[in-house]
């Protein structure tokens, strides 16, 4: 199986090719830019008969993003491919991963107009390796990375955010899978907002847009349970 390693080929970005079903991609022009906006799910689509091991996809480094592998079975559907989920604050990534027979490395973009299926054309003098993508872009100078520093206190419930973080003047309430359905009610304590329902739905997410310092969801029905959430130090 080919390595993750980085290739050494000078960075070439590769031209995407719109077509009726799928974004194209020749393999050997150089590394693509995938562009997937929160809340979108997008698939890349590998060769057919061209596999991976499960553990292929435990990439590092991924800001924000969430890379699974779809194993096909059979017909259509008999190709693998590899879904690309942005979640809300994701921020310009690079995705490395090898496959039976050859190695990609994929700029990620959580931007502009989703790329929902992405597939590739190869030629006999291809490689197998692509062209490593340029580091993404880092925060401006001055400005800092996400503040985790939240504290989320409650039951274990279906709905109890994974995380909660701000960045750029942004809050975000991230739920697990599924979990957002649930549709809890967000309801900020501090500082105190005059706005009925402060937030807004981007994918697995609630976000308010400014920073948080306590804050409570409450689910339904009666007896509802409550999940607070708490910034840094703060009770």
Do not use: N
Request: charged letters at 15%; a positive charge; hydrophobic letters at 35%.
């Amino acid at each position: 199986m080919p390595s993750v390693a980085p290739a050494q080929a000078q960075s070439q970005e590769a031209r995407p090719v719109f077509g009726p079903s799928a974004v194209w991609f020749a393999y050997g022009d150089g590394y693509p830019r995938i562009r997937c906006a929160p809340g979108s799910i997008c698939l890349v689509r590998l060769q057919h008969g061209e596999t991976m091991d499960g553990g292929a996809l435990t990439s590092t480094g991924l800001r924000g993003w969430r890379a699974d592998l779809v194993r096909g079975t059979r017909g259509v559907h008999a190709g693998w491919a590899v879904a690309l989920t942005p979640l809300a604050g994701a921020r310009p990534s690079v995705l490395h991963f090898a496959t039976s027979r050859r190695s990609y490395a994929l700029a990620l973009q959580p931007d502009g107009d989703s790329m929902r299926t992405v597939a590739f054309t190869y030629g006999p003098s291809d490689g197998t390796t692509q062209p490593e993508p340029p580091t993404p872009t880092s925060p401006s100078p001055g400005k800092s990375g996400p503040d985790f520093t939240y504290h989320i206190d409650g039951p274990d419930l279906p709905w109890k955010p994974m995380r909660v973080y701000c960045d750029d003047g942004h809050t975000y309430f991230q739920f697990p899978p599924g979990g957002i359905v649930s549709a809890p009610r967000l309801l900020v304590v501090s500082p105190a907002l005059s706005s009925a329902q402060p937030y807004r739905v981007i994918g697995d997410s609630y976000v308010v847009d400014r920073p948080v310092d306590q804050a409570m969801l409450i689910g339904a029905g009666p007896g509802a349970p409550v999940i607070r959430i708490t910034h840094g130090g703060k009770t």
